[in-house]
Nanobody
């Protein structure tokens, strides 16, 4: 059974940083693409960043230069380093194995002073 667990969300001031983690069981992340998505109230879920099995990364224009996705194969975990956070980054962040129905339950990120 595949399970994805996100963690690391918090309340942070504008300009601050957070690192989100997505830990997996039942699947090997290094063999699959993984994406980080976010959904704010009233908005559609949107792709924030993704990493392929080969390590190539892709980012939404709104987070380029501020967010970094990475993978630790030994820990079977994918990270999202978020710097220079803005209030518009406030959302529930989810991880997903690309092309599958496997999603985590999400972690709340709130950027507010």
């Amino acid at each position: 059974q595949v399970q994805l667990v996100e963690s690391g969300g918090a309340l942070v001031q504008p300009g601050g940083s957070l690192r989100l983690s997505c830990a997996a069981s039942g699947i090997i992340f290094s063999y699959n693409g993984v994406g980080w998505y976010r959904q704010a109230p009233g908005n559609k879920r949107e792709l924030v960043a993704s990493i392929t099995s080969g390590g190539s990364t892709n980012y939404a224009d709104s987070v380029k230069g501020r967010f970094t996705i990475s993978r630790d194969s030994a820990k079977n975990t994918v990270y999202l380093q978020m710097n220079s956070l803005k209030p518009e980054d406030t959302a529930v962040y989810y991880c997903n194995v690309v092309g599958t129905i496997w999603w985590g339950r999400g972690t709340q990120v709130t950027v507010s002073s």
